[in-house]
């Protein structure tokens, strides 16, 4: 899969501009605050309908202006496919497949299969069980569309669910039946979530420590440690077991929506005991092996984006990583960078073609 040309319209810091791509590797370089990791953002746009830096839609859009559109031509399974995104202001945001729009965004998920390695991945370490779970559900999403559908399915009872307990203390009232029926719905949705994401991981993580150990000289011990209440009990157990506490605090203090991943690093939490270099590492091997794991199941190139990947490496990382990306095994790559010389020395090293875009 080849994304062979990319125009942007009012998106972002851009008024108008228009790419023409390398089939391989392309490099964006300028200074920062210039718009580099915009074009990436609006690759990234293309494939999962929304931004990766800034969910609300409508701050996508170029100051003073009413809409943004970003168009991507594509080659897939030696077939062209165009896409186009637009938003208006006070509107519904659009995503048409060759002039057709999505009923369901959902429907386009996993179609343009595509990671991105970002320093905003650091969240994943700094922030909550929200963003580690977000990033498992991405990853199956991409080859599963029935894992996604029933995380659509399970949030939205969970949500009524929530609604009802609230409902309840605020007028003084419970009923036991109406609840049975939001308990029976989420341990149904619930036990499918848990079982793929815990097989899901047993793939996984054998993967991710490959990876970590090519990029590090195999000089650490790393892990990832799923968890879940559901490893303990079904989930209408627990449900029924919390009940008095959920009643308290107005909302399900139980279920997959607390599930968390945990990363460690000679078993312990790499967010105190690891350097920023190992932090840095663990997120690229969490993501080249998403990557490889993506490509396994879809057996489809996903699109590698590699946002300020040489910040806070050292050459010897970064050496490394130019290596894992110097074979067939991958397909297209972008890379964004504020040094145009270090960029140009480091995929010159590669036996590919390259294309440098200074902004």
Same mark, same amino acid.
């Given at each position: ?5 990319? =125009?942007?319209?009012? +998106? @972002?810091?851009?008024?108008? $501009? ?5 089939? @391989? ?18 690759? +990234? ?5 929304? =931004? ?11 100051? &003073?202006? &009413? ?13 062209? #496919? ?6 208006? %202001? ?11 729009? +999505?009923?369901? /965004? ?15 991945? %650091?969240?994943?370490?700094? #922030? ?16 599963? $569309?029935? +894992?996604?559908?029933?995380?659509? @399915? ?6 009524? %669910? ?31 979530? /848990?079982?793929?994401?815990?097989? /899901? ?7 991710? @420590?490959? %990876? ?20 303990? &009990? ?58 490889? /794991? ?17 910040? $806070? ?5 970064? =050496? ?7 074979? #067939? ?6 890379? =964004? &960078?504020?040094?145009? #010389? ?18």
């Amino acid at each position: 899969m080849i994304l062979k040309s990319l =125009s942007l319209l009012n +998106y @972002k810091n851009f008024d108008s $501009k228009s790419f023409t791509f390398n089939d @391989k590797i392309n490099c964006i370089v300028g200074n920062n605050g210039i718009g580099k990791t915009n074009i990436l953002d609006a690759i +990234y746009h293309l494939s999962f309908g929304k =931004s990766y830096f800034n969910p609300v839609a409508t701050q996508n859009i170029k100051h &003073d202006e &009413d809409f943004f559109v970003v168009n991507g031509d594509y080659i897939k399974d030696n077939k062209p #496919e165009k896409l186009v995104i637009s938003l208006k %202001r006070g509107q519904k945001k659009v995503i048409k497949r060759n002039g057709k729009a +999505y009923e369901k /965004f959902s429907e386009h998920i996993g179609f343009l299969p595509l990671v991105i390695i970002s320093p905003a991945d %650091r969240d994943l370490i700094i #922030e909550g069980s929200d963003t580690r779970r977000k990033f498992i559900d991405s990853v199956i999403s991409q080859s599963d $569309k029935t +894992y996604l559908e029933t995380l659509i @399915k399970y949030n939205k009872i969970l949500s009524q %669910r929530n609604a009802l307990l609230k409902y309840f203390a605020l007028n003084h009232t419970f009923n036991k039946d109406t609840l049975d029926i939001y308990n029976n719905q989420l341990n149904e949705y619930g036990t499918i979530i /848990f079982k793929k994401r815990d097989a /899901f991981l047993k793939t996984f993580i054998p993967i991710f @420590k490959l %990876r970590y150990k090519a990029i590090s000289n195999g000089k650490d011990a790393v892990n990832l440690v799923y968890e879940s209440h559901l490893f303990n &009990d079904s989930l209408n157990n627990l449900l029924m077991k919390a009940i008095n506490k959920d009643k308290a605090l107005q909302y399900t203090s139980v279920g997959v929506h607390k599930d968390d991943l945990h990363f460690n690093i000679d078993t312990h939490p790499i967010k105190k005991f690891g350097s920023q270099g190992q932090q840095k590492s663990f997120l690229i091997a969490l993501k080249l092996a998403q990557f490889d /794991f993506i490509k396994a199941q879809s057996h489809v190139n996903p699109i590698l984006l590699l946002d300020d990947i040489f910040d $806070k490496l050292d050459e010897q990382r970064v =050496s490394q990583i130019i290596k894992l990306v110097d074979d #067939e095994n991958f397909g297209q790559i972008f890379i =964004s &960078d504020t040094h145009a #010389e270090r960029t140009e020395n480091a995929v010159k090293q590669v036996h590919q073609s390259y294309q440098i875009f200074k902004l």
